[in-house]
């Protein structure tokens, strides 16, 4: 089986674009082998993500876009989201989990994300914005 070529797209910054581009996701994930089970989670972290940076990172801002990145290669899938917002440090979301953030509803996203996914690593871009790097080994 051959791998798909690497897609970038460029979203704008509102809820309605991410289902097209989980969708979108979820074929990409089928294309480079992944199982049924793997597409829905894949998408699901994506997902997440994306919700992010067009909520919290661009701030549903009509002049800002998010850019979607997916690569697969060496049995592994990569996903990249990058919005044009502030930026944040991973270490800066609460743990959802913890007593005083249990009745709150931020942070869940971020961790479902990592949990799911291989490797989530978040870098800042320049001039603004921050770059989501995930990625999936196939099993």
């Given amino acids: 089986m051959s791998l798909p070529e690497p897609v970038t797209q460029t979203l704008p910054s509102r809820i309605e674009a991410i289902d097209g581009a989980e969708e979108a996701i979820r074929h990409y994930a089928a ?10 989670f894949i998408g699901l972290a994506a997902r997440e993500v994306l919700v992010n940076a067009i909520r919290h990172g661009n701030r549903f801002d009509a002049g800002k876009q998010v850019l979607l990145g997916l690569a ?14 502030d930026g944040f440090q991973l270490a800066d979301v609460a743990d959802p989990l913890a007593p ?40």
């Fill in 72 to 85: 697969a290669a060496d049995e592994q899938l990569t996903i990249e989201i990058c919005d044009e917002g």
């Fill in 100 to 139: 005083e953030n249990l009745e709150k509803r931020s942070g869940r996203g971020v961790r479902m994300a990592m949990s799911i996914m291989d490797t989530f690593e978040v870098d800042r871009r320049e001039p603004r914005g921050t770059s989501v790097r995930m990625t999936k080994r196939m099993v």
């Fill in 31 to 40: 294309s480079a082998g992944f199982d049924e089970g793997d597409q829905y």
